[in-house]
């Protein structure tokens, strides 16, 4: 018995190490070669969020009417981009380390989760640019913050249960990377990141509100609006929790993000031991 415990120690201990120095030079190699490395982490959302707020909020006018909204709409597209990067990046991993997988026997998932983590880091640094913007705007902080670790760590299972099933139909199907492309375009203008739910919901027409319901089911929506919610501002951010009465249609979300990681480990763990072959 003591030697079975030992064995699973030491191979747990070996997938950690490996699974540390795969993050580590991922995020090295990810900015080598640019003059402002590391920087580009959190200047991409930054000038994303330029854009969107003069296109969306000054010119079109989309804004909540607060004036935390400009945290709000960047805390959005951190949060978008944390996700975009992760699966993006993910899908790829698997074919862009066969060679390392083919030559080093650790698990498979390793790389994947290598893959999401560097995301996650620059998403943390993204974080603490936004707790920056935060202060400076005045943002009245909540005993809510305290709930931000639970929606950060939803919306990352749920990058990395995506991640895994396209990681695997990657190796299977090199058309996925464009596919998802064109999908990632229609989540991101299909949720309220660059434009306020008050936008779809304030709407005089019948179908409004309805709308605006429908897309906090969206677990990508919900967890990034409880982020914002917690983070940010609680008053004035709605969340499936405070539009949707029914509790047990409140967790729809909850329960989609579950189904979306165990596919997404039934699916890669099915195929896992074929990659080699196939690449």
Request: some cysteine; charged content about 15%.
């Amino acid at each position: 018995m003591r030697s079975i415990v030992d064995r699973l120690r030491q191979r747990y201990h070996y997938s950690l190490v490996i699974l540390r120095e795969l993050v580590k030079t991922d995020f090295k190699l990810r900015y080598q070669g640019s003059f402002l490395g590391v920087a580009w982490s959190v200047l991409q959302p930054l000038m994303l969020f330029v854009v969107m707020y003069l296109v969306f909020a000054k010119f079109l006018r989309m804004t909540d009417g607060t004036p935390t909204y400009p945290v709000v709409l960047l805390l959005g597209i951190s949060s978008w981009q944390f996700f975009n990067e992760s699966t993006s990046v993910g899908l790829r991993s698997i074919v862009d380390r066969g060679d390392l997988l083919r030559k080093v026997h650790f698990p498979n998932y390793i790389v994947v989760v290598s893959a999401t983590m560097g995301a996650l880091i620059s998403y943390g640094i993204n974080l603490i640019v936004v707790l920056i913007f935060a202060i400076f705007c005045k943002v009245h902080f909540t005993w809510r913050v305290l709930l931000l670790p639970i929606s950060v760590f939803q919306l990352y299972i749920l990058a990395l249960g995506f991640t895994l099933i396209m990681a695997t139909m990657y190796v299977y199907f090199r058309d996925v990377s464009h596919i998802w492309d064109v999908l990632q375009q229609v989540i991101f203008y299909s949720i309220p990141v660059i434009y306020p739910l008050t936008a779809v919901s304030g709407i005089h027409h019948w179908w409004g509100p309805v709308v605006a319901k429908l897309l906090l089911l969206n677990p990508i929506a919900q967890s990034i609006q409880d982020i914002r919610h917690s983070f940010i501002a609680p008053e004035t951010t709605p969340t499936v929790w405070s539009k949707i009465d029914n509790p047990f249609v409140a967790m729809i979300p909850i329960l989609l993000t579950v189904i979306i990681v165990v596919l997404g480990v039934c699916v890669f763990r099915k195929y896992n031991r074929k990659f080699a072959e196939v690449m």
